[in-house]
């Protein structure tokens, strides 16, 4: 009974035994990515993989209940972070266990191009100047635990194991990825996340963001549609100044995305339009999307482009399991190597605008 229960690497017929050994021989190289599933979309393709089930240490139907708990959440509490994604804007990292930081370069614009009759002509040598940049790749985690006589008696009376703290903790895991890539990455007591100096920052406070003030009761309480209009038109302006000339998306909090649904005027040219529905009809304004962790006095117009903000991912939310000394607790780690990396150019010139309500 007590080999039945104990899955340890160095015990005999343990699906842990050579887990290191045939992942090297496998794939060349050791990684979470190796081990498990890539993310929560990869274990609905590899759900049945006895491959991916063997690295387990619970039984196959237990690990799948897990698995299955976490692709349900998918990508719940994911407003920001799911756009980013769903527009390719991703710079992946084949071993991110071993990436503990990123470095990228600015540089600035140098020379200009010519126009003669023949092409041996000389040109301008040209240097560029260089800016370096970068970013902390830190791990955002989350651990749930199942002791060995609550999964026995699962298994023993035929009922289905509770995973209702499983997709709690995936939630919270989406949670703060939604909040570093709005608000930054900071640690349990709000100081900003730091590693030898270099911080994580999310939209509201990228460095060179355009800023732009708002009038707090036409955003909210007392709804004016002329009043929005014009200052997200200010908000697009700083933009194009900025050589950053769309398409653009508008990220906002709940009470200002239903301040949006209000009447935008009574004039007959306008009847019956919202005004979220007349900003649509500005050119260069691709969507207005409803972000819960966006602040209530915040607005944030952006440039869905690389050179503006992107995603570094090394591994999607993830559930890694190990088991204790003793074998009686499984325990699970929701983990996720994905942080949001806001750019400017050489210049300052940024993609963001954050409009604040006063």
Request: net charge neutral; proline share 5%.
């Amino acid at each position: 009974m007590q080999g039945e229960m104990r899955f340890l690497a160095g015990s005999k017929g343990s699906p842990l035994s050579d887990l290191v050994i045939r992942s090297l021989q496998e794939t060349g190289g050791w990684s979470i990515e190796n081990m498990r599933a890539p993310g929560f979309r990869q274990i609905r393709a590899l759900e049945n993989s006895p491959e991916l089930r063997n690295l387990a240490p619970l039984p196959t139907d237990s690990q799948r209940v897990i698995d299955d708990a976490v692709v349900e959440v998918g990508l719940q509490r994911l407003s920001f972070v799911a756009d980013i994604m769903a527009a390719g804007l991703t710079y992946n990292l084949t071993d991110p266990l071993s990436v503990t930081q990123i470095e990228w370069f600015a540089s600035n614009k140098v020379g200009a191009a010519q126009r003669t009759m023949s092409p041996s002509a000389r040109g301008e040598n040209k240097l560029p100047n260089l800016l370096p940049y970068r970013l902390p790749v830190y791990l955002t985690t989350d651990v749930f635990e199942l002791d060995i006589r609550t999964l026995k008696a699962s298994r023993r009376v035929g009922m289905p194991l509770d995973t209702a703290l499983i997709k709690q903790c995936t939630r919270s895991v989406n949670e703060a990825l939604e909040d570093a890539a709005i608000n930054g990455a900071t640690t349990l007591d709000g100081q900003d996340l730091k590693v030898a100096g270099y911080s994580a920052p999310g939209l509201l406070n990228a460095p060179n963001a355009n800023t732009q003030n708002l009038t707090a009761a036409a955003w909210s309480t007392a709804p004016v549609g002329l009043t929005v209009y014009n200052e997200t038109q200010a908000m697009i302006a700083k933009l194009i100044a900025d050589k950053k000339f769309g398409p653009y998306r508008m990220y906002v909090g709940t009470t200002v995305s239903a301040a949006l649904d209000a009447d935008y005027d009574t004039v007959s040219g306008s009847r019956g339009l919202s005004i979220r529905e007349r900003l649509l009809k500005i050119d260069s304004l691709q969507a207005i999307r409803t972000a819960d962790l966006m602040p209530a006095t915040k607005v944030v117009l952006v440039q869905m482009t690389s050179d503006v903000i992107d995603m570094v991912v090394g591994q999607r939310p993830t559930v890694i399991p190990w088991t204790s000394i003793d074998g009686f607790t499984f325990y699970n780690l929701v983990m996720a190597i994905m942080i949001p990396r806001v750019r400017s150019d050489y210049d300052g010139n940024s993609g963001i605008c954050v409009g604040t309500l006063v």
